[in-house]
């Protein structure tokens, strides 16, 4: 089958998901796909001169939206990540004012921007070379109810700033409208867990994927999940940290529930011995926490 490419320049972007959403492109279960993707600044910075002053009404443009056919509420979409590569010579790191986990650091200059030139297959920070590890920082489906500004994450994706949204990697997300509508972008060349300053590297990339539909699943999917080949991690964003981790964590016990029978308290205390906590993101509006459980412990649960 060949490789289809939807891009941000010929077909379009969104800055949010929303429950009716018109799609770009309409591709069959199997399809793959190559989603080219912009910095999540639209390019804005290229020098480092070039600040960004305050978080742009539109930011985090996601290619997108792909309808896949026959996805219906309730249904699985499969996102396999076959390989994230950079599209462009710079990443770019920056602090805007009001933004951040320091924001209110007075010794943290706000605005700031470092550019991150690439060199092979690293980065460079000033004199300092980082190893390009890219991922999707913002990546979902149409949400249930509510319209979601592709800055904030929740139960349908968005900007989970995620770095196991990554080459080898499938995402697993919950359908609640007809068609799915997968959208993706916000790409970065390098990032933390926390994400502490607001960003990564911010850059371009070009995105290789397989979209699948699993229909009618006996396992219900509320919220995304990632298999990494060596653990299943469970994603969750809430207003808290604590709000966001009883959710992963609660995700996380269905699926040892289902694989091996357990209650829910023996889920529960097994999972304090084989699981553990990581934090995404917390910068944006809503915070994101994953729990991770071994893949000896859990098998496919669609």
């Known amino acids: 089958m060949s490789r289809e490419t939807v891009s941000h320049d010929k077909d379009g972007v969104v800055y949010e998901f929303a429950p009716e959403m018109d799609a770009v492109r309409t591709v069959e279960s199997g399809t793959q796909l190559t989603v080219e993707t912009r910095d999540s600044l639209d390019g ?19 290619t997108g939206p792909i309808a896949i056919e026959g996805a219906e509420p309730g249904d699985v979409l499969k996102v396999e990540i076959e390989e994230v590569r950079v599209a462009e010579d710079r990443g770019r790191v920056v602090t805007t004012p009001g933004f951040g ?55 349908h994706g968005g900007n989970l700033d995620t770095n196991d949204m990554t080459t080898g990697t499938t995402a697993y997300f919950p359908v609640s409208q007809a068609g799915g509508m997968l959208a993706m972008g916000d790409s970065k060349a390098a990032m933390a867990d926390g994400e502490m300053c607001g960003t990564g590297a911010e850059i371009a990339t070009d995105i290789d994927i397989t979209v699948e539909l699993i229909s009618a699943p006996a396992f219900a999917l509320d919220r995304p999940l990632v298999d990494t080949g060596e653990q299943w991690k469970t994603i969750a ?20 529930e289902a694989k091996h029978g357990f209650s829910r308290t023996e889920a529960h205390t097994f999972g304090s011995l084989v699981g553990g906590l990581e934090i995404s993101q917390v910068v944006d509006p809503l915070v994101t926490v994953r729990n991770a459980l071994p893949s000896e412990y859990v098998s496919t649960p669609f």
């Open 237 to 256: 964003s809430a207003e808290t940290m604590e709000e966001a981790s009883k959710l992963a964590h609660r995700d996380a016990l269905r699926l040892l």
């Open 44 to 62: 804005v910075i290229q020098e480092n001169d070039d600040l960004l002053e305050q978080i742009p009404d539109e930011v985090n443009a996601a």
């Open 101 to 155: 986990l320091l924001q209110d650091d007075e010794d943290v200059e706000a605005p700031f921007t470092q550019i991150t030139p690439v060199d092979g297959e690293q980065i460079r920070y000033g004199d300092l070379a980082v190893d390009i590890e890219p991922c999707i920082g913002t990546i979902g489906v149409a949400p249930a109810d509510e319209t979601y500004s592709t800055l904030v994450p929740h139960d």
